[in-house]
């Protein structure tokens, strides 16, 4: 079991394949011909377009979305090409800025499996004024196995520094 086949079980609402949209979407691209990089990437945009949209009018909180997507096994199955790939860059991106969902172990999995992803991603998400998020400290814990991820690590606490005392400059 690879550690972000982990980090997705050890997930509180991890959904069987069964019940997972992304899942059965990457099935159904498969079924239809696609290989299994194009359907990943297929269930990449999915996400970042906001599916699913729930039934009728009910959609799903980014919060269900979220934790649907990085708990699949879409994620899971992920290759280093994979992750180098546009949307799952900007996936990635949108699971750093946000807070409400981490995946025990993603991103100590990711700064192993495709570093260079991890990083860009970390760079076009709010991560640098997030001072506590969770993911943020994640990559702090993960830095020493990375001169890569050491080094964006360096940046954000530059750059963050920089922001916090240019607003007590301002008063704000």
């Known amino acids: 079991m690879t550690r972000l086949e982990r980090a997705a079980s050890d997930s509180p609402d991890a959904s069987s394949e069964a019940s997972n949209y992304f899942d059965r979407l990457f099935t159904r691209s498969v079924a239809a011909g696609r290989t299994d990089s194009d359907a990943r990437t297929t269930a990449f945009e999915a996400y970042l377009d906001g599916k699913p949209n729930g039934p009728g009018r009910k959609k799903l909180t980014r919060t269900v979305r979220d934790t649907l997507f990085w708990s699949s096994r879409v994620v899971e ?56 998020s969770p993911h943020r400290k994640e990559l702090v814990d993960c830095s020493r196995r990375n001169e890569e991820v050491a080094e964006l690590c360096r940046v954000l606490d530059i750059f963050a520094n920089a922001h916090r005392e240019r607003r007590e400059e301002l008063g704000c």
């Open 77 to 132: 199955a992920c290759t280093p090409k994979d992750w180098s790939g546009e949307a799952a860059i900007l996936a990635l991106a949108s699971y750093l800025s946000q807070t409400q969902v981490s995946i025990a172990g993603l991103v100590h999995a990711l700064v192993g499996v495709a570093p260079d992803a991890l990083v860009l991603a970390a760079r076009r998400s709010e991560l640098v004024l997030l001072v506590q």
